[in-house]
């Protein structure tokens, strides 16, 4: 069932940290990567991102049963293009990409005849690039995995066993209520988070200095997110055009009632949903998706906030 | 210049955080407390948050020469009223409110005759009460100080010089603008947060089970700002309206520019905005007001992400 030669295409947080992930977990399994861009392929040598770097995607390909493409969504047609001639007839092709119904279009479009099982693990941070992947990315993280109808159940079986050894906890579910999970989850707060990061940058009356020195009230939360990849971020929007827009209307609906409870001084509406959001943190900490100390255990807290005296 | 006896009124995260830091660095100063929870004021006497803690407000005034009100910014007022009688003629008495210019009349109103100067540390975190509290919270934070018109210089000085000896930097400014800069930096955060964490709550489509799941995403960053004290956002939302009105008209502004770039498929728009938001962070980080390891250094990834192997 397990793969033995996997090759990755886009060495970037996603793509490196995969082949970190398999060099440290799967020690039988041997990889092979390409990265478009010559100086990333330079560095994915350097860190050892994956065993073998090659100077085209086709000849990375070569021989592998499994073909991960970890390319911004946008480049995931071309990409397929590109390596289309060199699979072999048994490989399996899937990606990493945010939205998955565009992809699973894109990737079936490109590769007739051959078996293609998208996958999307919700795992990542600010950081990109060939420097920004470890082993660790994926450990006790979901991965979201969506069969197109009819897809081979032992490839499906496959494919979520790889997941598990790379430390993941896997879900299978439909194309597009994935693309409406995540734009709940990942895409309308990356979008919320880059707009008031760049309300707040453009003030006049509030300098950026002050946005910066300040930006311990709530502010610098938001920061971090709207520091994350700029092109992957243009091509989730780009390609979930549809699920982004169904949630963003639901939140702006919900953002007007706030300010009409506001500009009415209403403060039995405002306490009620500011009780209501504590259960849902206190969840997610509870299934270990985030860290349970105060300001997610940042550094000057360490070792401090949680004790009870 | 130095205060030999502060009193504390409210004994939450930051009147606890006060009185353990006055005990940890100004071993010459005493300190008492008050909370209306007695509740709150048994957990105090066992975490030792201040020197003595008393059954009235006015007795924990007594002989003080600073008093800092630390409680919920609608409250203020109120809290005011309980110790009019029982302040000394010299003592001084600021605050740690949120939104200052309603403080500021508040407490001038009843406080008539005293020398007030009102004053707000930004800092804190996601947990509240009395247990929450911990010496180190204004270590390398900025704390904001809003001095009426003719206030006395020496008497501002004195404060700057009590917080700065707590480990903060300090800003003076007027209530005014400072009402706008919280706004931005910590109150519309605050509520957005607040409403996206509401609106993933109350989605039919996508269930509870999925946000939390995969939360990871980038929505679980939201959650823990929205985890905040109920009370005290409300207070603020009420005495900060017209500054968080303004503000987050301009934000709704800028988020309608992105869903129509997102509706028009117009990918340059998104990307220049998704660039231009990094730097803030860098900044944001280069000041010493957020952590710089990926994630905020969460503890999966300890020691891992940022070293370039």
Redesign the interface.
């Known amino acids: 069932m397990s793969f033995r030669h996997i090759a990755i295409i886009g060495l970037g947080l996603l793509g490196g940290s995969i082949g970190l992930a398999v060099a440290a977990r799967l020690p039988g399994t041997t990889t092979s990567g390409f990265d478009a861009d010559p100086a990333v392929r330079q560095r994915a040598r ?2 050892q991102l994956t065993g073998t770097i090659h100077e085209t995607a086709a000849e990375a390909v070569a021989g592998a049963d499994l073909v991960i493409l970890c390319v911004p969504v946008g480049a995931m047609g071309r990409a397929a293009q590109d390596i289309a001639d060199a699979l072999g007839p048994d490989c399996l092709v899937s990606d990493v990409g ?1 939205s998955k119904q565009s992809i699973s279009d894109a990737l079936a479009q490109a590769l007739p005849g051959h078996c293609v099982i998208p996958a999307h693990p ?6 990109s690039g060939p ?2 992947g ?3 990315l994926f ?4 991965c ?1 995995i969506t069969p197109p109808e009819g897809a081979d159940p032992d490839r499906v079986k496959a494919l979520v066993q790889f997941w598990e050894e790379l430390g993941a906890m896997v ?1 299978c579910m439909d194309a597009e ?1 994935h693309d ?3 734009a ?20 006049e ?2 300098t ?1 200095s ?19 990849d ?2 992957m ?3 989730v ?2 390609n979930n ?1 549809d699920a ?2 169904e ?2 209307d ?3 609906n ?2 007007d009632l ?2 009409e ?3 009415a ?1 209403d ?1 039995d509406t ?2 009620d ?6 259960s ?5 900490v509870a ?1 270990g ?3 349970a ?9 360490a070792g ?2 949680m ?3």
Chains 1, 2 share one sequence.
Not at 293 to 301: A, I
């Open positions: 350097e860190r945010s919700v795992a990542g941070t600010e950081n420097d920004a470890f082993a660790e450990a006790q993280r979901w979201i879900e209520h409406r999970v995540l709940v989850t990942s895409h309308i707060p990356h979008l919320i988070a880059y707009t008031i990061v760049g309300t707040a940058s453009d003030l009356i509030v950026r002050e946005v910066i020195k300040f930006s311990a009230g709530g502010f610098r939360d938001f920061t971090r997110i709207a520091a994350s700029p092109t971020w243009r091509d929007f780009l055009r982004v827009l949630m963003l639901r939140f702006l919900d953002l706030m300010r409870a506001i500009r001084g403060g405002m306490f949903l500011f009780s209501r959001t504590r849902i943190r206190r969840s997610i299934l998706q985030d860290d100390r105060p300001d997610f255990g940042r550094k000057d807290h401090t906030g004790q009870p005296n």
